[in-house]
């Protein structure tokens, strides 16, 4: 991977619980979050310095349940993103790479708490810093950490990696004729309500000139192609 020169020098790593489900859908799958891992490792080799905020739907939604109030859902939802955390850590430490897990809800048998100073020393010394627990707070979803964390971090990029490989106009799997993007402004996702990420995540992203990739988390390599600029998925920028 020696040719590989990578275009940003921090970036901000939002996986979907989905995509560490793989084909199961639900749960953990062993060998995607070794193929994530993998990758990861990869490009910290290069030096790029990587912070990553992890969802939770692959154990629960708080949106899908219709008789639990919306705050404890959410904070189901919350304790379902540091399972996912702490399988990747694993999966990092296994090959031999430094990782954290922060958590916004304080779990300190498990995890560090939330410290931004924290977080930002161990990206500066190359650790991988892996947020869990979303904001700490209900109403916000996973894509709205990832804004909020990758600013907080000074991240250059948020890297969407997904079970699809790029935005399109409509759900590709239910239309045939969904249009690929492959370039697009934040503007154009909010005005066209693309769901890319959630309005207030990506209202974050404009206010603090952070642009988004999404591509899909399938492809081996692809995490790579991505922080090296290569024109995979759909490029989002102000």
């Known amino acids: ?34 193929i994530v891992a993998r990758q990861i490792k990869e490009v910290s080799d290069l030096g790029v310095e990587i912070a990553i905020v992890v969802g939770g739907g692959n154990f629960w939604r708080g949106r899908s349940s219709e008789n639990m109030d919306r705050a404890t859902a959410d904070y189901m939802g919350m304790l379902a993103t540091v399972m996912n955390a702490l399988a990747l850590q694993s999966a990092l430490l296994n090959i031999g790479v430094k990782a954290r897990v922060q958590t916004a809800i304080e779990m300190r048998e498990i995890a560090e708490p939330y410290a931004r100073m924290k977080a930002m020393s161990r990206l500066e010394h190359k650790d991988v810093v892996i947020f869990g627990g979303g904001t700490g707070s209900p109403f916000f979803s996973t894509d709205t950490t990832a804004a909020l964390r990758a600013a907080e971090m000074n991240a250059e990029v948020i890297l ?14 239910t239309n045939p004729d969904a249009i690929k993007y492959d370039e697009l402004t934040l503007k154009d996702v909010l005005d066209q309500d693309l769901k890319v990420m959630d309005s207030t995540a990506v209202t974050l992203c404009r206010e603090n000139n952070i642009s988004i990739h999404v591509f899909g988390i399938a492809g081996e390599g692809n995490i790579m192609r991505a922080v090296c600029g290569e024109k995979i998925g759909t490029i989002i920028k102000e």
């Open 160 to 173: 969407l990696a997904k079970n699809v490989d790029a935005v399109y106009s409509d759900d590709p799997d």
């Open 1 to 34: 991977m020696s040719q590989n020169k990578p275009k940003y020098k921090r970036i901000l790593l939002k996986v979907s619980g989905e995509a560490l489900a793989g084909e199961q859908r639900f749960g953990i799958c062993d060998e995607v979050t070794d």
